[in-house]
């Protein structure tokens, strides 16, 4: 693994954001100098920090936390009897920085002793909650974040090394030994909600209606994403692309992976350059196919795809490869499945068959999907995130299991496809619906559901749901869908208008409502 992987990090939220490439130096050196923190979630060559695929894939150890006794999520409470704030860690099994964390900081006996006197460790897996990662997270991982006991946000960062785990620690500890300054904390929370209910009611966000205009000013935000030196996500390159927009972003991805196994890798953009993260994820790179098949370039990240994350064994994908390896430099597999990653494979897999109309890509797709079907559905008729029961259901899984379907559909005109589409559209309608039009990130609704129209490693499930409604009414000329895709759209576009060129989802939504509207 590279060595300037561990180097020192400030300490600053990440924010994470697609990034595919270095060409506007000038402008990423003006948004480092201003101390922003920019995940790259593609683009750099993979292999960077060693060989590329030469060694058998051996499965990744759970992490290990360490000298910590960790609690889960559902022990949140105990932080309420002991009056302690909640230190809250975010993690995957793939990350090497988290890994490098634990071994640093949470291996020490002096901030082990302090973590266990002043707070309540609780650490959580991104990839299993990923409503607790939207809601809590920095947007990367490791993401540190420190609660209240009834759950109010008090400080977190990033990577930490041991002097500042240690400095942040003690200024937890401070606070809660002097209880004036949690009371004045609350004082100050208080009074700046205040002040943003009392700003709402002055300017409150307005609910756009979707329409031409602003499908217009929605693609003039994705260039200028992209003018600013920042990458949109695979779907706003999809979007990018389906509207005949010029860019070379695509282009440029793609010739990224030269002399590498075919798939890409994750990075990060510190103060002193580039540092790479050979972790290699599923979803990310499933997504990449369906842009890459828009320029006809899908045909080697299909064949990379389907061999990169097969699981010994198993019709479905795992979640990726390490962005490290073993002592013996083993490549090191995440061989946990993931229902909605597998349902992004299908699409990408799908996208991959119309442009090459080589047959093997929609026979894995369609085996997939079935697999899928039979293995993740629920009682309740909705779909399973992951092999654990214990966790939520999640409405970016069902979305994306149904754009699967209708992926399917619109290549073979399986009229189950459809059928499948429709029935579990409605479910969601049934389940996941909110008051304001938009739909909540999970079912049941036990603390906080999110509506999130952002895009992250993963598109927004309102913005596929909003899609698939669409795609439902193109079908079956049904009013309902086409009503519901446009509730999403009111409810959650003018919100977030300021950030709304890295809602891709949301954009490809809207361009398919216009479309529909003027036909």
């Known amino acids: 693994?590279?060595?300037?992987?561990?180097?020192?990090?400030?300490?600053?939220?990440?924010?994470?954001?697609?990034?595919?490439?270095?060409?506007?130096?000038?402008?990423?050196?003006?948004?480092l100098r201003k101390n922003i923190w920019i995940a790259l979630v593609l683009g750099f060559l993979s292999g960077a920090c060693g060989g590329g695929n030469e060694t058998a894939k051996l499965d990744v150890?759970?992490?290990?936390?360490?000298?910590?006794?960790?609690?889960?999520?559902?022990?949140?409470?105990?932080?309420r009897i002991l009056g302690r704030p909640i230190l809250l860690f975010f993690y995957t099994q793939r990350s090497g920085w988290c890994r490098d964390l634990v071994a640093r900081c949470f291996e020490d006996s002096e901030i082990a002793r302090a973590v266990a006197r002043y707070t309540l460790p609780i650490w959580v897996d991104a990839d299993q909650r990923p409503d607790l990662f939207e809601r809590f997270g920095l947007g990367g991982v490791p993401s540190l974040s420190f609660l209240t006991p009834d759950g109010q946000w008090i400080t977190g960062s990033t990577y930490l090394?041991?002097?500042?785990?240690?400095?942040?620690?003690?200024?937890?500890?401070i606070l809660y030994d002097n209880p004036d300054r949690l009371v004045r904390l609350e004082v100050q929370r208080a009074e700046l909600k205040r002040r943003v209910e009392r700003d709402k009611k002055k300017d409150p966000r307005p609910r756009i209606s979707p329409s031409a205009a602003l499908l217009h000013r929605v693609r003039d935000s994705l260039k200028s994403v992209i003018?600013?030196?920042?990458?949109?996500?695979?779907?706003?390159?999809?979007?990018?692309?389906?509207?005949?927009?010029?860019?070379?972003?695509?282009?440029?991805?793609?010739?990224?992976?030269?002399?590498?196994?075919?798939?890409?890798?994750?990075?990060?953009?510190?103060?002193?350059?580039?540092?790479?993260?050979?972790?290699?994820?599923?979803?990310?790179?499933?997504?990449?196919?369906?842009a890459f098949a828009r320029v006809n370039l899908s045909r080697d990240l299909a064949d990379a795809v389907l061999e990169q994350f097969a699981v010994s064994g198993d019709v479905l994908l795992g979640a990726g490869l390490a962005g490290f390896r073993d002592q013996a430099g083993n490549v090191l597999r995440d061989a946990e499945i993931y229902s909605g990653w597998n349902a992004l494979a299908i699409s990408g897999l799908c996208a991959a068959f119309l442009e090459t109309r080589e047959?093997?890509?929609?026979?894995?797709?369609?085996?997939?999907?079935?697999?899928?079907?039979?293995?993740?559905?629920?009682?309740?008729?909705?779909?399973?995130?992951?092999?654990?029961?214990?966790?939520?259901?999640?409405?970016?899984?069902?979305?994306?299991?149904?754009?699967?379907?209708?992926?399917?559909?619109?290549?073979?005109?399986?009229?189950?496809?459809?059928?499948?589409?429709?029935?579990?559209?409605?479910?969601?309608?049934?389940?996941?619906?909110?008051?304001?039009?938009?739909?909540?990130?999970?079912?049941?609704?036990?603390?906080?559901?999110?509506?999130?129209?952002?895009?992250?490693?993963?598109p927004s499930g309102n913005g596929v749901a909003a899609q698939v409604f669409?795609?439902?009414?193109?079908?079956?000329?049904?009013?309902?869908?086409?009503?519901?895709?446009?509730?999403?759209?009111?409810?959650?576009?003018?919100?977030?208008?300021?950030?709304?060129g890295y809602a891709g989802a949301l954009n490809r939504a809207l361009a398919l409502f216009v479309r529909e509207s003027e036909n």
């Open 359 to 458: 047959g093997r890509f929609l026979d894995a797709g369609r085996r997939i999907f079935e697999t899928v079907k039979m293995r993740f559905v629920q009682d309740d008729s909705l779909f399973a995130h992951a092999r654990s029961l214990n966790t939520p259901r999640f409405l970016l899984d069902q979305v994306l299991i149904i754009r699967a379907a209708l992926d399917l559909f619109e290549v073979q005109e399986r009229e189950a496809d459809l059928l499948f589409a429709r029935a579990h559209a409605d479910r969601i309608m049934t389940v996941f619906a909110d008051s304001s039009g938009a739909l909540r990130d999970r079912m049941p609704e036990v603390d906080v559901a999110l509506s999130p129209a952002i895009d992250r490693w993963l």
């Open 470 to 500: 669409m795609r439902l009414f193109v079908h079956t000329k049904m009013p309902r869908y086409r009503d519901w895709a446009e509730a999403i759209l009111t409810a959650l576009i003018g919100p977030n208008i300021d950030r709304i």
């Open 161 to 173: 090394d041991p002097d500042d785990m240690i400095d942040l620690l003690r200024w937890v500890q």
């Open 61 to 79: 150890t759970a992490l290990d936390g360490g000298s910590i006794n960790w609690r889960t999520w559902s022990q949140r409470d105990s932080a």
């Open 1 to 31: 693994m590279c060595q300037a992987f561990f180097e020192r990090f400030r300490r600053f939220p990440m924010q994470r954001v697609p990034y595919f490439f270095l060409q506007n130096l000038c402008t990423v050196g003006q948004v």
């Open 227 to 290: 003018k600013s030196g920042f990458d949109p996500g695979p779907e706003g390159l999809l979007a990018l692309a389906e509207a005949g927009i010029d860019s070379p972003l695509i282009n440029f991805a793609h010739s990224a992976r030269r002399d590498t196994d075919g798939v890409y890798v994750l990075g990060v953009l510190t103060h002193r350059g580039p540092v790479i993260d050979a972790e290699k994820h599923m979803a990310v790179n499933a997504q990449l196919l369906r």
